[in-house]
């Protein structure tokens, strides 16, 4: 058993570690070609914090694990919502954007009633499926969201954006042709047995335990596929920049739903448990508490002591499961 958590710790370095390399010769290679830093921060970079949750996903298709896929998506927009910005605001209070306020986290409802409605469309049939072209319909989804997301930014937000895009990307080296090769097979081999050693140990896990893949997936693969979300809420809260964490938690759930369960319904049709249905329900709650919370406080913002009461109920929400 302490072997597998040991394997599991170092599948989540892999994966991290392995994204790290490939933005970075995705970065230097799209340098190369001129392509303007504004694309590459909106694209490549967004695109990058994702890739342990999509080849955590890739493998859990191939292999036929739908419970974790589907748990690992909606565990982790809700580890999002309470423990990542619960965490965040006890180091500082997290800032509201009325944008967000208004689109995204609406926007984000819509996503969640949307799999909640494929989930159980096929509730004639036994067992629920989400099939394919469903799969094909959240990926739609989810570019049409990356796409009004770039326009949204660069209208509102055009020079500050390049401005600060510019001073991150410029930080990053111009790497040479051989290296960018060899992170790109170093990234990709990272993120390939970084997801292998992750899904593999925690079905082990699950089995010898008698738990579920679901619990699995909800738990000890949300909180790790988490972890750079934990990381950058508290940089961010050290450097008092916390406005801009809920959009880009809200983004990143909206993006969990609809790419990582298309992904993996692309690959091979999902089955879906009807106990999914409490805990996309639930995330809704939390979406709309946050947002009646950020409506009716005057200062625009998520102070410590609800910061404290996020984190108690995602813990209760743990051990509920358990």
């Known amino acids: 058993m302490a072997l597998k958590?040991?394997?599991?710790?170092?599948?989540?370095v892999l994966l991290i570690k392995g994204a790290d390399l490939l933005v970075k010769a995705a970065i230097s290679t799209a340098k190369r070609f001129g392509v303007s830093?504004?694309?590459i921060g909106l694209t490549i970079l967004a695109v990058g914090t994702s890739l342990p949750e999509i080849f955590i996903t890739v493998t859990s298709?191939?292999?036929g694990h739908f419970d974790l896929i589907i748990g690992n998506s909606?565990?982790?927009?809700?580890?999002?919502?309470l423990f990542v910005i619960g965490i965040t605001s006890l180091v500082r209070p997290v800032k509201f954007d009325k944008r967000i306020i208004k689109r995204h986290l609406p926007i984000g409802i819509f996503a969640m009633v949307i799999l909640l409605f494929l989930g159980n469309n096929s509730y004639q049939s036994k067992p629920l499926v989400i099939t394919k072209l469903e799969g094909i319909f959240l990926l739609l989804l989810t570019i049409?969201?990356?796409?009004?997301?770039?326009y949204e930014e660069k209208k509102i937000y055009n020079e500050k954006i390049d401005e600060e895009i510019?001073?991150?990307?410029?930080?990053?080296?111009?790497y040479s042709i051989g290296i960018i090769i060899i992170y790109t097979i170093l990234g990709i081999l990272g993120l390939k047995f970084g997801a292998d050693f992750i899904v593999d140990n925690s079905i082990s896990i699950a089995s010898a335990l008698g738990v579920s893949e679901k619990f699995i997936g909800m738990t000890i693969v949300a909180v790790g596929t988490a972890l750079p979300e934990i990381i950058t809420g508290i940089i961010?809260?050290?450097?008092?920049?916390?406005?801009l964490l809920l959009g880009n938690i809200s983004g990143s759930n909206i993006i969990n739903l609809c790419l990582l369960i298309g992904i993996g319904a692309v690959i091979n049709p999902l089955v879906y448990s009807?106990?999914?249905?409490?805990?996309i329900i639930f995330l809704i709650i939390i979406t709309i508490f946050l947002d009646i919370v950020a409506v009716l406080n005057r200062k625009s913002e998520l102070d410590r002591k609800r910061g404290f009461i996020l984190i108690i109920i995602y813990f209760i929400y743990i051990f509920s499961m358990i």
């Not at 049409?144 to 770039?150: C, V």
């Not at 961010?236 to 406005?243: F, G, I, L, P």
């Not at 009807?274 to 805990?279: G, S, V, Y």
Request: glycine fraction near 4%; aromatic fraction near 12%.
């Open 274 to 279: 009807m106990e999914f249905n409490r805990a």
């Open 144 to 150: 049409f969201y990356i796409i009004y997301s770039i």
């Open 61 to 63: 298709a191939i292999e």
């Open 5 to 12: 958590i040991l394997l599991i710790i170092i599948g989540f």
């Open 236 to 243: 961010s809260a050290k450097n008092n920049e916390t406005d």
């Open 37 to 39: 830093e504004m694309l």
């Open 166 to 174: 510019i001073k991150s990307v410029e930080t990053k080296e111009n």
């Open 74 to 81: 909606i565990g982790s927009c809700i580890c999002n919502f």
